[in-house]
């Protein structure tokens, strides 16, 4: 049976982990192989690493990190942050990596998943949403969660699986960093509107939020960050718990 | 242990050669006859789209060179759809070292989802590259297209419907998953197919 997935996420600067809360304030929380080689022991189904460099020296120290993590790590992960065009993607999966995310660049560039999915395949193409909930819906924001945009989370959703992005990695600015739980509504909605898998991301605070996610908001995967990094979920223990649940879960 | 690494268009092979670097053995990249005829095993990994590669392994030779392969050769993912007769991807012929097509995945609920991402549980026969398996144990894929089970199954699983998740015949091995991205059960199977 096709298990559900824990998706740790390390925020990456200057080749160090990081992670915000909200995404303003960020703390260390070290060094991402032996943090990753870490997780993927602890029974981690698939890593994202989100390089929040800003400067052209940060992305040639990100791409050199990312071909150590696929000398070291047995386990798929997903690379994100700063890919703005095609040849970012190349570099990226020249270096081991299985997966891009696209985030503010195929809002701004719709084209690019296209672009992906033809030279690379769907696979490799995780679309990423920053959302809010606004009087009017669910509207996308840009640069983690500062700009609004014109597109709103379920019209741009669907428009990224008809452009050929393989999986749609959600994430509720509502949510992040509050530890009450995930967007399930929302989350629910896109799964079931949508032909490809969800990943659930922003709000994960305790072990039932990973069970609410799953069987209310039909996510295929679950992402989180500080949980992981702080120790206040130990991955086996929560893997454990959600199997006695049944839930799928690979142990 | 001399391993060849089938060079060609498709896909990175970075993980499949940190995965045997791993577990000690430095392989070889190469497109080169002599070379893939002479190594001691060779590893035909692949991610991408049938009929481009095809197209391409006919341009280069490859198609010729990896069918006529008398070692031990383990194809992976595309590898194994390649080695098959026919595949839906592109409508191409393949290699035909195996005679299955390969099909696209139709999904027959809301829930079925393709591509079939993620670790899902496979049954072998407990034999050659999964020597030492005696329960169903969780590998990952990553795929839209699939080969029915046939009489050269060598492991099955089951998303959407009953599919092989590896073929074996002769000195042929194949797997539909990635053993390169498969923790500790996809290194024992790797080990495995070195010990051949």
């Keep these: 049976m096709l298990a559900k997935r824990i998706i740790p996420c390390l925020d990456i600067r200057d080749g160090r982990t990081v992670k915000g809360t909200n995404f303003v304030n960020l703390r260390d929380a070290g060094d991402p192989v032996e943090l990753g080689r870490l997780y993927s022991q602890q029974g981690a189904d698939e890593l994202v690493f989100l390089d ?200 | 242990m001399n391993i060849a690494i089938v060079k060609y268009n498709a896909g990175n092979v970075r993980s499949v050669i940190g995965a045997l670097t791993r577990l000690g053995v430095t392989p070889v990249l190469t497109d080169n006859e002599e070379e893939l005829r002479r190594a001691d095993k060779v590893i035909f990994p692949g991610v991408g789209e049938a009929s481009t590669t095809m197209e391409y392994l006919r341009a280069h030779g490859l198609d010729r060179i990896i069918k006529d392969l008398k070692q031990p050769v383990l194809g992976i993912c595309l590898g194994q759809q390649l080695m098959c007769s026919h595949s839906e991807e592109g409508n191409t012929d393949c290699l035909g070292i195996f005679d299955v097509p390969v099909l696209k995945f139709q999904p027959q609920r809301h829930e079925d989802k393709v591509p079939h991402m993620g670790w899902n549980t496979i049954e072998t026969t407990g034999d050659g590259i999964f020597k030492g398996f005696t329960k169903p144990e969780f590998v990952y894929f990553v795929h839209s297209f699939y080969v029915p089970v046939c009489e050269w199954t060598a492991a099955r699983t089951e998303y959407i419907l009953p599919f092989t998740a590896s073929l074996h015949k002769d000195n042929f091995y194949a797997t539909q998953f990635h053993p390169e991205k498969s923790g500790p059960t996809g290194e024992r199977i790797l080990k495995n197919f070195l010990d051949i």
């Excluded at chain 1, 530890?179 to 399930?184: L, V």
């Excluded at chain 1, 605070?205 to 209310?216: L, P, S, V």
């Design chain 1, 52 to 251: 929040i460099t800003a400067s052209f020296e940060g992305r040639k120290t990100f791409t050199e990190l990312v071909e150590r993590i696929a000398a070291n790590i047995s386990i798929p992960f997903t690379v994100g942050g700063g890919i703005h065009e095609l040849k970012d993607v190349e570099r990226l999966l020249n270096a081991g990596a299985d997966k891009v995310s696209v985030n503010s660049a195929a809002i701004k560039n719709p084209d690019l998943i296209n672009q992906i999915a033809l030279n690379f395949g769907s696979q490799v193409c995780v679309a990423a949403i920053d959302a809010k909930q606004m009087p009017e819906g669910w509207r996308c924001f840009l640069n983690g969660g500062r700009v609004p945009t014109d597109r709103m989370l379920f019209e741009w959703a669907h428009e990224a699986q008809e452009r050929g992005a393989g999986e749609i990695l959600f994430t509720s600015m509502d949510h992040d960093g509050v530890k009450q739980g995930f967007a399930n509504d929302a989350l629910r909605k896109l799964s079931d509107e949508l032909s490809i898998p969800v990943i659930a991301s922003g709000g994960a605070g305790a072990k039932e939020h990973f069970r609410d996610t799953f069987i209310e908001g039909h996510a295929d995967a679950a992402l989180a960050a500080s949980v992981f990094h702080f120790g206040e979920i130990p991955i086996p223990e929560l893997k454990q718990y959600l199997c006695g649940l049944n839930i799928p879960i690979r142990l």
